[in-house]
């Protein structure tokens, strides 16, 4: 138990570990900062939330301030001020009126109430810029003295202990990934099994007819939006909304309180949520954002790093330091070069591995994180660190392989190790089974892994393949709609891509069209096939199995609500499409020919015959002219299972059936001419994207047969 406040007794303490670390006798607390002229610790009474004492801490080791409480234990609620030079021209913004929280919490009390106190500088907020009016540029700006605590979350001292059992890492081999990304409020929040007090929780996640649904889908990882603990954008909270995606972190090592059941422990019930899903055989990847903080520009609030150490912590303009350097489009960028910086992105990410038990990351603007002084460095201090790490080298590392600085696009640019989020893949898909020409050659290289952008050394499972994310058209939409319907968001439709490939197959939104409603069948299954059969990882977004809309809004970040939260309600008329979904990665795990781990050549294999092989129509090998031919939006594939690029545990190479995919992206019926098959054998249909079943009637063909595709179809054919 937590003694009650005052603590009489104050001992010097450690500097390492950052942050608050009970012992089990009493609490050691530890904040760097290099600039600060003094530092307090503010301790709050657990059960209103009122500062009870604010102790200023006298040891110093290496610009680490430190202290030590023997009284204090587990639940102590505290936070930070730290005072020092308000100077913002030369980059300095300390106000020891406002309180901060530790980058090393571990967990986050209350919740932050908008009142404009939170800002650092005066005059406060206003309602031009919606955050608060930028500093003078020659730094006569004044610290706003109101003080911030009232409306401020609390840090919460936590007890690491967790039974975990026999819990270990599922470790799913890349070939073998399939992800499901998904949002923990809006994948439960209406589930109809999972008991209203769980909905939009980790332990809703958790329920038993989550992870039911999930295992007889196939998928074998959970990749979740974020859920370090964030904040709602201060020009939302005026709107009535929230941050849904919760890309605005301000705690890297707390996970977000909200996603907790009423009076739980959010790291218990997060611990909780990933042994469970571990015990299932499912991975857990997080979603991570340490490009930027919640803090934004110079006239965001003051909340945690940029009231400790702005100018360690974020890249600032070295011509105008009052003003921050901006790759991520949120108005800052962490200064992931910094020593001090870059230490605090590892033993975030470290403490999720071994204390939390995730198994991998999915960085947010993985670019800015990469760059050096300017430029994105392959060989920079943050993928350097990340390479040399015993821990975090072994688990799953993601980027996303773009920012908007100059230099920041870099699909294929990210060292061994890394995968990557294939936009290129996802525009070239849409748009070939949309109907536009010129994309056979393109189809064809993004299809087989997109070597193209990906070194030999690298090979195909570097591409994480996906069709839908978070950000843009849900699959229903993205066959539904033309153009993006956003004025939800409060931005007169301004807002999000206008770049969709999407295709409305023939009126705009929901119909009782028939025929329009059987042709957006047929592209849903084309894209699903097309995902789950290329070489690469693929990436499902939660619900498209169950044809969840969002009314056309492509960027729903802050529609906390029925427009992103699945509905469920939809899933016993889904049926048939869930279990085609099903049906292919089934298909996929089976059978090693999709799932290579080096790139087709186009060479003979060990039976002679090439590992893959391009056909027209008619039956004749692809040549230089079909590939440029614009008109031409039919292909059949022949895929040799001899020498699938991938050997067992115990080196043996494995060896699989031959596949041949029938395409047909045109307007019309076309007649395709089936590739000879091997002696004795012949082709059986097994997918068949015509069909609404997901086990399409039985046909057997033999070699040199031909077969009728309906228009916009796709089929498999296995050799038997």
């Known amino acids: 138990m937590t003694a009650t406040a005052p603590f009489t007794t104050v001992w010097p303490g450690k500097p390492a570990p950052l942050g608050a670390t009970w012992d089990g006798d009493g609490v050691n607390f530890a904040l760097f900062s290099a600039a600060a002229t003094r530092v307090e610790l503010c301790l709050f009474d657990a059960q209103d939330g009122r500062e009870l004492q604010r102790i200023a801490l006298s040891a110093q080791t290496n610009q680490v301030w430190h202290c030590y409480l023997p009284q204090a234990g587990a639940g102590q609620l505290y936070g930070w001020r730290c005072s020092g030079p308000y100077d913002p021209a030369r980059g300095l913004r300390f106000n020891p009126d406002k309180l901060l929280l530790d980058p090393y919490a571990r967990a986050l009390a209350g919740s932050l109430h908008w009142d404009g106190t939170q800002f650092g500088h005066t005059p406060g907020p206003g309602p031009e810029s919606g955050c608060g009016p ?30 975990w059992g026999d819990d270990q890492p599922p470790a799913t081999p890349w070939h073998d990934t399939v992800i499901y990304e998904a949002h923990v409020r809006g994948l439960t929040f209406k589930h109809p099994q999972v008991p209203e007090a769980l909905r939009g929780s980790y332990a809703g996640l958790a329920h038993p007819a989550v992870i039911a649904h999930l295992k007889r889908l196939g998928v074998t990882a959970v990749e979740l939006l974020p859920v370090h603990a964030f904040i709602d954008d201060w020009h939302l909270a005026q709107q009535g909304l929230r941050n849904y995606w919760g890309y605005n972190s301000v705690a890297w090592l707390a996970p977000e309180p909200r996603y907790a059941t009423a009076g739980a422990d959010a790291v218990v019930e997060f611990k909780t949520m990933v042994r469970a899903l571990h015990a299932a055989g499912l991975e857990v990847i997080l979603d991570v954002v340490y490009n930027h903080t919640g803090e934004g520009d110079e006239r965001g609030p003051t909340l945690s790093l940029r009231g400790i150490d702005n100018a360690t912590y974020y890249r600032l303009d070295p011509r105008n330091p009052g003003r921050y350097r901006d790759f991520t489009g949120t ?18 990410l470290r403490y999720w591995v071994q204390e939390m038990h995730v198994d991998g990351f999915r960085f947010d603007l993985a670019s800015t994180l990469a760059r050096g002084v300017d430029d994105f460095d392959p060989q920079g201090a943050f993928l350097d660190a990340i390479a040399q790490d015993p821990v975090l080298s072994r688990v799953k590392l993601i980027a996303e392989p773009w920012d908007i600085g100059p230099g920041g696009y870099q699909v294929g640019g990210f060292p061994p190790g890394w995968k990557e989020w294939n936009d290129r893949y996802r525009d070239c898909v849409r748009a ?31 591409s994480i393949n996906f069709i839908t994310a978070h ?41 009782t069209d028939e025929q329009i409603n059987a042709l957006r069948g047929r592209q849903r299954r084309n894209l699903m096939a097309t995902l789950l059969l290329s070489q690469g990882v693929p990436m499902l977004l939660a619900g498209d199995e169950i044809g969840r809309t969002q009314g056309g809004n492509n960027n729903a970040y802050n529609q906390d609500n029925e427009t992103s939260w699945v509905n469920w309600a939809t899933a016993p008329q889904e049926q048939a499409f869930q279990d085609f979904v099903a049906r292919l990665i089934a298909l996929r795990r089976a059978h090693p020919v999709f799932t290579r781990t080096g790139f087709l050549t186009g060479r003979a294999g060990p039976d002679g015959r090439k590992d893959i092989a391009w056909y027209t129509p008619q039956g004749t090998e692809m040549t230089e002219s079909d590939w440029r031919r614009d008109y031409a939006r039919c292909l059949t594939v022949w895929l040799n299972g001899a020498g699938a690029h991938r050997v067992d545990t115990r080196g043996q190479a494995l060896s699989d059936d031959s596949f041949v995919l029938l395409i047909n992206a045109y307007s019309g019926a076309m007649d395709f001419l089936l590739p000879a098959a091997a002696p004795g054998r012949a082709w059986k249909l097994v997918i068949d994207t015509a069909q609404e079943s997901a086990e399409p009637a039985a046909q057997t063909l033999a070699g040199g047969a031909t077969r009728t595709l309906p228009a916009r179809t796709l089929s498999v054919f296995i050799e038997t």
């Open 331 to 348: 108005g800052n960028s962490l200064n992931a070069p910094h020593p001090r910086a870059l230490a605090l992105v590892m033993d975030s």
């Open 134 to 163: 930028a500093d003078d540029p020659a730094g006569t700006g004044r610290p706003d003295p109101r003080d911030s605590a009232p409306g401020m979350f609390r840090c919460r001292v936590t007890d690491p202990a967790f039974d």
């Open 471 to 511: 950000d843009g058209f849900t699959l229903n939409d993205l066959v539904s709609y033309d153009t993006k319907h956003n004025a939800a968001n409060g931005e007169n439709n301004r807002d999000g891509t206008d770049s969709n490939h999407s295709w409305n197959c023939g009126t705009e939104g929901p119909t």
């Open 432 to 462: 070939f089974w949309k109907g536009d020409g010129g994309l056979l050659g393109e189809f064809a290289g993004r299809f087989t892994g997109s070597a193209d952008l990906f070194t030999a050394a690298r090979g195909p499972l570097s």
